[in-house]
């Protein structure tokens, strides 16, 4: 499925995962088991060097290992294979320590967390644009006054910063969530066979603890062959922050319909135009982007499902995991990337956002009147008959400010004056700003 | 992700959904059309060759258009562009006429379309395998008596034979399935920009129905780029057939454990080995399989919840198609290649099926006593007794048969000997046989 | 959760499944299970009014049935013991025979077979109300334009009667797959404790028989207890269904915005108002749909994923389908029912339409211009030229035919009296009214 | 419902999410609101008695309510209405002030975290309960060694206390991501009719953190209408909860099945019968806790996919998140309660366990001598020579060391002691003592 890889995972995340990516993943393992008992003094110290050589996965037949994999089940059992013989052409003597006390999945898994703590690298770098680019439109449109839609009608006026910053605070809370994380997911999987480390003797321990070192990585108080609540978790932020991405992309799909008109996504050379029409722009980045969001819930689910393994190593459960989280984290890093790029080029339309808030002649403001009226009336007696001007002014085609003003019920408490101001959506923003202010105070302080 | 294809998708079906076979469903569509419109007299016969001459794969340059569709939001656009200037090479005056009237979604889908009707002759052709496998081995294991287990528990004989008669009988039921949704399924999406065709202005109906009959498809009453019921229809089949293979493997992989080893994948040349483990023999189809089975459900609810797409065309969803049902067809078709493979070669342990039902010492016959029993005391009152009996012969280690004689209120009814013959699991398995008879029946007409 | 019943669930398929409902499928099965095996010369024909007589679901303790099914693991175990004390107090011998041979999962399945068959009715009724709204409002509004949209973005003019016809033609699609599955899925489970039958000797498939007559179910060539493609099928169905659902409520709420404000929901007495804005009138039937649809496929996923069960009765999966499939129906039908009654009341308004086609002043008319252009150009040619014009067109502000009119290239080939009746979107609808023709005679037709 | 709810949701959670907990949830941030209105001096003190007195949810008419809010499309409109009603009767100029400058969603919301809030404490209770359960039977059951199985297969011994060590970490890591979330998830929504609490003017944000403090939550920097990072995240948590709960109940069922009867479910009065077979104890509790780990991930989709929401307020999003988590939170809640009590009267049965680990003649030792010999010869060498004697075992029906003892290529390095004392597999049981220390370690020091 090449032909639509830069399409949906124009992502470092891709490289990471590549085949190239998988093997590295085992074989940084197989070289680090090999030092980790070495400095155990489990095997030979001569034995180090010709593994480690041959742990690059550029030595290895893709084709060959690929087939082979189809029968033994997985990766890793080829993978061996195929490198012991290549460091037994070196050194006969250390093709004896190979993989020495590990079992497949400890290199499958371990492969599989050093490969995704790459890809946080990767994803931490986009974040961090993104959170950038919607700092600076925030910023840049703090006061830019547009509707505020709800169950998407005309509901009150806002303003442009305080929806970016809704995504910003949310990106903040993503951010927090996996640093939180990271020492849980980065863990090393070293258990043997069944996860006693039985094969080696009474060495377990201080194999598995060099190991975590060499690989930096947290040794957990028990292998998690069976437990697979670390790759739920990061598979649930992972599909959370495509969530968070794809409200973005729907707001911006929603303010770029033609009838609304207030943003545009940036225009690229070739980029969003019609087979057949010459007139249009078509948001792609929002396509790929609620493209991912449409997908990644399911494949979370995936993962979460696929917890339920047998005993000391299930039987397809584990084999779903494979392919499912990199798909989940390459299609999150391709959504990620891509809306980093459209929010950083948005192009805003404020007069657009004024002309759409007038639309209604006033009614966009009746909250305020009926606030206003609220504290002689009532909040439920003062809604009531807000509600019968609306309806009037609607059908009279009239402005509200109109049908208020020729209401006694109305003008008894207010003045021309007061409806004006009451009615003009540029002051009607409440604590906007201040909202805004918390949001970029807290992005400044580093989330 | 190619290293793990040989695993997971060892179906034809991979083939049919590679790049060059997108490629090619696309410009299927672009030759049919060109095809269609000069037997309309809409575009001049002399366009035709040209543009069929082009509409090869191989042409094109595979890299270049998966970077353009990074731009353009979908492969059709850049597709077409280069296909234009392939034509233009060799006929100017045909290039003109490129993709006429047409838009990329109708490229797009028909190409899909002429995909899955591909796929499914393969489909077709390993379901036709798999159930021959399970015919042959319901022929040979018709009387085959093992323990039936419910709740995983050992709950009453059955026969080989009629379990694997339930899963013939759900194939045949997907295979009557299958038949009624192709006329639905293999149909033409033929709808210009907007649906309307109105770029041809009053031939479109007329280009329509050359083109569906060009490429064998159903014309469909009205477009279905914004109807993607055909979509789901074909997922929810896959995915409720990959369910049906899941099922049959999780039984397999339940009788092949150590502790109760009535069955064996076939063995092969090092097909599931174990890396450390000497002595193992791993279930490397089941795990394929199962693995499918805890994927589908979430391909098929991406593929559902991808249905609510915007007025003429979707923004995300139509996009979240593209990879999920060519995923879901690879996944299901390579269980259903590995299992036929796996259900041919099935290594069956009657002498084992016959110690695991003796292994509780009758136990397994309660129910043959209750009923017996019941004629005369009522269900419930023969249940208590002969449950109170089960509990005696646990504790006290000893064979039901023992225990049940030992009790005057079973004696009073039944004798020894009726106590000996309603004991024999070999003769308790009902109609087992019959409903056998009625699924081969069925099978050997045909479906 | 009843508090949001009348809203998720405003249909008859709820009271299908409520507690009583479900005990009373349960006992039907029970007691035409009696009357089949009477039949048979199985039990006394005496036995079988006593056991009718109980089998009505208000003489039971719902409470207790309830608190017994958390130690029993189902409903079945205390509503047999239940049954069989009330059959006792009215005929101790009758009650012998209460339940004779049949497994909890006969009741319990059948039952819900009976339940479904039931919940069909209902919602065939819903579906033919909705086909009937629709083809109404296609009648009324054949040849109302308006602007078609593609990526959220005004592509061409189409008419609301094709749109609505997409619907129409979708649902007469779920119509025909709802007959195709009836037979399959009002199906008997009848297997007793491991699918054997055996407890009834020789004696299962005449009481099968007679039983699936009894309750005018189809006889299944083998019991279904570990096969669970029907529940599939039904539940792929509804899911499809929904999604069909969900497509027109989005495209009712898009053209229901503010900004678009082309459709209304009908307007109810207390629908749709805001708790703190008058002026509001929110989309409550969308919302309900849009619900549903984002659910379902889930529900889905959740029933696909429970087919893998074990051996003659699953652990987890089957029960994992109690609560699952019968909520995946009710929010279905619940959507239906609201969507039926929305789309019966759609307020129109052809003159906004009308507004919103002239909005971007041509725009929407570049592809007749290019087609136009095309035939003397080439295709790619003219969409180059047109899009020039309408980039041009945009940024000065000026209509797509004056800027055309100026271009000498474009009206070397068209005359101005060419241009403006290109530029005419009330006739560049196409086939969209044949295509309305083809759905509205299906329709007719009875789908 | 109900009939299924001590069966699904044996929990406390049932009692916080009924439809009185969930009205209590909204008044409770009504009451809270006009406390804090009134500190801030926005109404006027003498309003807060009334309100607060009114915010019962026993003085409201649920079905009235229920109906009301079909049409009003949420629950809080309805309330609100009655709730004023109430309050005007016993004070009508307190009746003005409720539900002041909020908006539905504000009620809705917070009322939900202050649910969540609730059932956080109630599973946090169960969670101890279950941990309590394991580090008992950990330490009871330290040292009793049982079959590793890995990919179903018999892979080499491991301790009881190592199996359920591996469930301990990870609901250690649970608890610790709940200490995590917990800041995030309880929090205030308050946001008014847009978000901008535009109708408390200058006072929105001092008003906010009073009703922040009066209900002890968290002060976001923005409200979250439109965000619901914090929803898919406690989705997430209770996904993942349940994932590692099912974990456990397929090795308890795997364990319990009748070939290998290492282990049981406490039996109880009336628990786990079957209707039909007397003999038969059936796992209830892991057939819970498996069906709850079946529906669990889709749930999660359905609140991940739900996060797509339109702008101020999601259409149709918002809505399925009402019933997906609370149904979500009570099935987690229930599988937890069920669970806690299975596991705290498990049955274990180490001579089972002992005749299993003996029953394949030594097989199961082979990675043992592998290892041994791998020293010598290497360790695919050394593998492949096993391989050959374990086949050669197999074959010939003798016990592994027989077979090792025969052959020189073995005995050249391990004499038939040194075998002898390999193939212990009471002594192969690696640092699986170590690794359940440290678990137990970090257990008592409270996570």
Partial sequence: ???????????????????????????????????????????????????????????????????????????????????TAQVKQANPDAARYVHWGAT?????????????????????ADLARLQTALVEQIQQHRHTVLVGR????????????????????????????????????????????????????????????????????????????????RIAEVAGWFGALTGTLGKLARDISLLMQTDVAELNEPAGEGRGGSSTMPHKRNPVACAIVLSAAQRAPALVATLLGAMVQEHERGLGGWHAEWEALPELAQLAGGALTVLAEAVAGLEVHPEQMRRNLDATHGLIMAEAVTMALGVQLGRLDAHKLVEEKCRQAQAAGRHLLQVLIDDERVTFYLSADDLSRLLDPIHYTGVADAFIQRVLSRAQAGG
Wanted: with cysteine.
């Fill in 1 to 83: 499925m090449k032909l639509l890889d830069p399409l949906f995972r124009a992502t470092g995340c891709q490289a990471v995962f590549s085949d190239t990516g998988t093997l590295q993943g085992m074989l940084d393992f197989e070289a680090a088991l090999a030092r980790a008992e070495a400095a155990a003094a489990v095997i030979p110290a001569e034995a180090v060097a010709a593994i480690e050589a041959a742990c690059r996965a550029e030595l290895f037949d893709q084709q060959a290992l690929a087939e082979d994999a189809a029968g033994a089940g997985n990766l890793a059992i080829p993978l061996v294979k195929h490198l």
């Fill in 104 to 124: 497949s999945q400890d290199a499958i898994d371990t492969g599989l967390v050093l490969q995704l703590r790459q890809a946080v690298t990767v994803v931490e």
């Fill in 150 to 229: 709800t169950w998407m009608q005309h509901a009150l006026p806002t303003t442009l910063g305080l929806k970016l910053a809704g995504t910003l605070d949310a990106l903040l809370r993503h951010q927090e969530r996996l640093q939180e994380l990271k020492p849980r997911l980065f863990a090393l999987q070293f258990g043997g066979a069944a996860g006693t480390l039985a094969s080696l003797q009474d060495q377990g321990l201080a194999v598995a603890q060099q190991l975590a070192e060499q690989l930096q990585l947290t040794l957990p108080d028990t292998p998690w062959h069976g437990q697979r609540d």
